[in-house]
């Protein structure tokens, strides 16, 4: 679903954050992406997402290889991968329900359908009873979950999330991550960057390292830190 | 491993796909119609800041507006003339007042002219006299050096200047014509006034459509800025350049047509003003006159001027500031 292979990105300024990255994730896959910070994870999701170009290497997502998709192409391809963000960057002048229907309006979902499926979404996530609220009136961890279901409503194949449990006490990011497995158990393709390694051990996933923008990877059980 | 399925990522056709256009364009329109309300919404959320926007287009748009007015009411007058231009023909000095009276009666027949009335060399050298309050002065002149001459009222149906001239030419080439003078001075005079307003105008408004546009342009750059962050969450979740636009090239139209709405309010009120102190003037010369208002196209060219100024000054803003805004 995702292959990266030889990839180099260096910046403008010439910091070159990732250095020949190569690994690929298969359909229906779970893996984290861990690293100090610094370490090329943040750039990476970006990637996926042509949120940034790669300067050298190949990515190809679902198919596609990235460097064909021109820029008035990005928003089309950006619909069918769900991204989750630490700082959930979510409307705050919007309601849950309008926050989570966006991926919807701007794809331009049959309006009908709009309504059924957003509740569906906060169903899933556990707030159906508070799409009518504000983000502000929500906790840290509901407010990331509005974030996950903003993320799944279009139904993506893949799904990305950076530091979804960074602001979180260690219980709420557990829920937060099992409910990635969720998606995943019904066969989205999930990719994680986060620097909580006692979480990741916990859920024995695949672990993909990065280190200075170097893949290190290693196998899901020998991670050493508890 | 990663399967290279092309069609992964491929829109989904979820629904049933004999709809799916009918779908999509309900959506469109939908969206449509969403973002006009927030629009108006978020307007009337801060009306004192609209009204002030608006107002400063309106201000900008009346001035062309008010001087095109003028320009058209000159325009009526110059057509209104109204049969008061003249022409003068003088006869040769060896015509006899009976060969020249005679001509004279001979040119009423004419279809192109309305009136004629001849003047004979005694009644002109009196009514000269008279007008100039020198008849001692003339008592020394030997003889009447005045010649016989006719007034020659043209036909109504010659406005322009051009008929007026034309049959001037015509009736000069007699042989017993000596010389003419067509009265049409003031006429010439308000034609070149009017050309010379009718590019003023054009150039005012010109230089004013284009502080609209620039007023309009950092008010919705102004209107993106505070924006940011909904921008770019927008294009992370796929939003296109259009969708994303559409708010702002509103926002551009909404205040353009509220400007244009202003202006014409505004042109109305000072047409009004104005007409008092110009029936007063008229009624000095015995006449009647008042400037007329805005008509039902001039208004409609009005608001599609404003309409399309402003969004105009959106996109140009959107354009240029939209695209710098990408998430990172």
Not at chain 1, 200 to 219: A, C
Not at chain 2, 7 to 24: C, F, I, L, V, W
Request: charged fraction near 20%; charge should be neutral.
């Amino acid at each position: 679903m995702i292959q990266f292979t030889n990839v180099d990105k260096r910046y403008e300024d010439g910091h070159d954050a990732l250095k020949q990255v190569s690994f690929s994730l298969s359909r229906g896959e779970m893996a984290f992406l861990t690293g100090h910070s610094g370490a090329g994870k943040s750039t990476l999701l970006k990637l996926i997402m042509l949120m940034e170009r790669a300067t050298k290497g190949q990515i190809v997502v679902g198919g596609q290889n990235l460097a064909r998709i021109p820029a008035r192409q990005i928003p089309y391809f950006r619909r069918h991968i769900g991204v989750v963000f630490q700082n959930h960057r979510l409307l705050f002048d919007r309601t849950i329900f309008d926050n989570v229907a966006l991926p919807l309006e701007v794809a331009g979902a049959n309006p009908r359908d709009i309504g059924k499926r957003v509740r569906a979404a906060l169903d899933k996530v556990g707030l159906l009873s508070k799409e009518k609220l504000t983000p502000i009136q929500l906790s840290g961890g509901e407010q990331q979950r509005v974030g996950i279901a903003r993320a799944v409503i279009n139904k993506p194949p893949v799904l990305l999330a950076d530091e979804p449990t960074g602001n979180l006490d260690p219980e709420l990011s557990g829920e937060i991550m099992r409910l990635f497995e969720q998606f995943n158990q019904v066969g989205v393709t999930v990719l994680i960057a986060s620097h909580d390694l006692a979480l990741i051990h916990d859920m024995r996933h695949r672990v993909i390292e990065l280190d200075q923008g170097r893949i290190q990877e290693r196998p899901a059980m020998e991670t050493p830190h508890g | 491993m990663a399967k290279a399925k092309p069609e992964a990522p491929k829109p989904r056709n979820s629904g049933a796909a004999p709809t799916k256009q009918a779908n999509e364009l309900q959506s469109y329109l939908d969206n449509h119609r969403k973002v006009f309300r927030s629009t108006w919404q978020s307007q009337s959320r801060s009306p004192l800041a609209s009204l002030f926007t608006c107002s400063v287009i309106g201000i900008a748009l009346v001035l062309p507006v008010l001087l095109a007015l003028l320009l058209s009411n000159l325009q009526a007058v110059n057509l209104g003339w109204d049969g008061s231009a003249q022409i003068t023909l003088f006869f040769e000095d060896n015509i006899d007042q009976q060969t020249a009276q005679d001509w004279s009666k001979q040119l009423e027949k004419r279809a192109n002219i309305a009136a004629v009335e001849f003047i004979d060399k005694d009644r002109a050298l009196a009514e000269f006299s008279a007008a100039m309050e020198m008849s001692t002065t003339l008592d020394y002149l030997d003889g009447n050096p005045l010649p016989h001459s006719v007034l020659v009222t043209p036909h109504a149906s010659l406005k322009s200047l051009a008929d007026l001239q034309a049959l001037e030419q015509q009736l000069a080439q007699y042989d017993l014509i000596a010389s003419s003078m067509l009265d049409v001075l003031w006429l010439q005079r308000l034609q070149a006034l009017a050309a010379f307003m009718e590019r003023s105008v054009w150039l005012i408004a010109t230089m004013l459509a284009l502080a609209v546009i620039l007023i309009l342009g950092n008010t919705i750059r102004l209107a993106i800025e505070s924006r940011r962050e909904e921008i770019i969450v927008l294009k992370l979740v796929g939003g296109t350049n259009a969708f994303v636009c559409r708010p702002f090239l509103y926002m551009g139209c909404f205040f353009g047509l509220g400007g244009s709405l202003i202006a014409i309010l505004l042109s109305q009120v000072i047409i009004a003003l104005l007409n008092a102190p110009i029936r007063a003037l008229a009624q000095s010369y015995q006449s009647q006159y008042e400037l007329s208002g805005l008509g039902f196209e001039s208004t409609l060219f009005v608001l599609v001027t404003g309409l399309v100024l402003g969004w105009l000054g959106a996109w140009l803003a959107v354009r240029r500031h939209l695209t710098e805004i990408e998430p990172n």
